[in-house]
Each structure stands twice: as structure tokens, then as C-alpha cells.
């Protein structure tokens, strides 16, 4: 009979000793397990006291499986988090597993937690969140849909917090609000999981995270040291030249006058045109000026209406194509420990991976 067990290629459990023996180490939360210590504990305060056994031993399973089951139920802000760096994407029963991986257990397992920590990984995260509120949130499960929703609350926390990257996010919220309203709206249909009541709060959320990111108000910062404007102009205009989205060039324009008049330079706007876009768009979308003369700005912006433009992240997950696993590398334990993220068994690793997008994060889960 084939063994349908768990796959030989995972990490395995994890076990500790203990006088009664060897016992297997339970995914829990810090807080579960010292609620599981203080209850083990008073339980044993009751059968010392009166000299005889409460529970047996299956009882006593029983009661403490219910406890965390309860646990769950009632701590809404319980984050089902395995934190892993690195799973493998099967898409189809074998010998060695049974089952396929599936985009909400992928996004319970991988540490998308700490992502949202990290400044590189932010802006992958928050494009991807958005993809999955667009097209994917209701094939996510009960579970991804909770972790979703707390990944999310961690994200909008940050932004207020530091004032970073309120566009995106709002954007994000914007898309994510149109959904469910109209996924709301279809409640008879049996496309949500979960109570009708759970959804509307979630977006009363929302609406309430939207309103504070539009009060939002940046603070000005009172430092006696070197600023933005103190930079030669040769400096400023190659910080304009790294952006990527026009968007960002137009918002440090507004910081001050020479920013602005540096953010209007044609040159600028026709490479960030040629990076994002090919000639033949140019041609079906060519605006000219009074003078005969490309109006490289207006363009930009009226093909970012038709046509995608690239992505760039600082940090991004990766793809094995010879293992067929997904998982974070850190570039620094990379140079120092040569560390390929995951356990590799390629002779060249770093030839088998593979930079994933968001929405290719989410075609590999399309079966």
C-alpha cells in the first residue's frame, strides 16, 4: 500500500524530551501555551488536593483540545501564522503526498507576517494583497481569509505609524472595499465564507482605515542637519531619474520649487516612457503640443491607463524549479553563509531560481 503520509521532502515535526518521554512540539501561539501551563497547572493543584485523579488521560486530551479550539474561536486577533520561509507547491497527488497546495495555504504558511517588517518586502506584499482582493478572495479559505485580513490590519498600522507609502495602501483599500461590496451584495449566491455580519464589519473596517489614511497629515521634521533642498541641483535630478512611477515624481515636485521645475524636464518623462512602454504604444497614443513637440508626461500617463508597466521590488520571493519550492532568500545569509533559502538539492542552485511576480505568485496556483 503506497504511503500517503506526509511529504518525506517537509522539514518533519518537532519533538521535545520530557520525563514521560519524548512528546511532539504543538504549532502554538506563547500566549496559548501559557494558558495550556497555567490550566496543566491547576489541574494538578485539584489532584494533589483531593488525592485522586479528575481526568484520565483521553479526558484530559479532549479538554485541552477544546480549550484551543475555543481559543481561537474567541480571540479574534489570533494570527494562524506558520511563518515559514519556504513550502513546496505540488499540484497534483503522488505517492509521497496526497493533495495539491492550494493559493490560501500557501498564503497561511509563507511569513508574510514578517514581510510587512521588512522595508523591501512591503510593497510586493501590498501588490500582491491587492491582486488577491481583485480576483482571488474568494477562493481563498475561511482561515487565509482571516490571515488576509490581519496581514492587512499590520500593513494599514505601518503606514500610519510611519507615514509610508499612504498611496499604495489606499489603492489597495479602494479595491479591496469594491469587491466586497459587490461580493456583499451576491450573498445568496454562497460566495463568501462566514456569517454575512463578519464581511460587513470587515468593511466597516475598511471604510474606517480609509478614513484615517485620508486624515493622515505628514509631519514636518525639525533636524539642524543636511536637507533635500541643500543637495546641488545635478543631485536632485538624479534622484528624479531612479523612480519608477511617474506618480512619485510628481509628489516630490511639490516639495519645492526647484524639485518642481527638475520633475518637469521632458528627458526625464520620455525614459521613464521607454522603460515602461514599447514604440508601437507610442505610436497608438502619441500626443503632440502646439509647438509639434511630444508631450512625454501626458503620455506616460495615458498609457499607464491601457497598458501595464513594469513592476519593480526590492525583495521578492523565489521560485526552484528544481525542487518546486517557494521561499524567501535572504540575500544577506546568501553572501555570508551560502545559504539558498531552502534545502537545495541542485549542483548550481542559483540557476534554478527564479524571481516570482505577485500575479505569477498567483497563476501557480491556478490548476
Known sequence: MPFLGQDWRSPGWSWIKTEDGWKRCEPWTEGLEGETHRCGASHGTILNSEDEEIFNNEEHEYASKKRKKDHFRNDKNTQCFYREKWIYVHKESTRERHGYCTLGEAFNRLDFFSAVQ???RFTYVARLLQLIAKSQLTSLS???????????DKIVQKVLDDHQNPRLIKDLLQDLSSTLCILIRGVGKSVLVGNINIWVCRLETILNWQQQLQNLQMTEQVD???????????????????FSDGWDIVTLGQVTPTLSALSEDRRLWKKLCQ???GE???CRHLILSEKGHIEWKLMYFALQKHYPTKEQYGDTLHF??????????????????????????????DSCFTPVSP???IDLFKF
Open 118 to 120: 521588512d522595508a523591501r
Open 142 to 152: 475561511g482561515v487565509a481569509q482571516k490571515n488576509y485580513f490581519n496581514v492587512l
Open 224 to 242: 539642524s542637519g543636511l536637507t533635500l533642498s541643500d543637495l546641488p541641483v545635478h543631485m536632485l535630478s538624479n534622484i528624479l531619474y531612479r
Open 275 to 277: 522603460y515602461h512602454f
Open 280 to 282: 508601437k504604444q507610442f
Open 320 to 349: 526552484c524549479r528544481h525542487c518546486s519550492i517557494l521561499f524567501w532568500k535572504d540575500c544577506r545569509l546568501a553572501l555570508l553563509l551560502e545559504d539558498s533559502g531552502h534545502p537545495c538539492t541542485a549542483t548550481d542552485p
Open 359 to 361: 500575479q505569477h505568485f
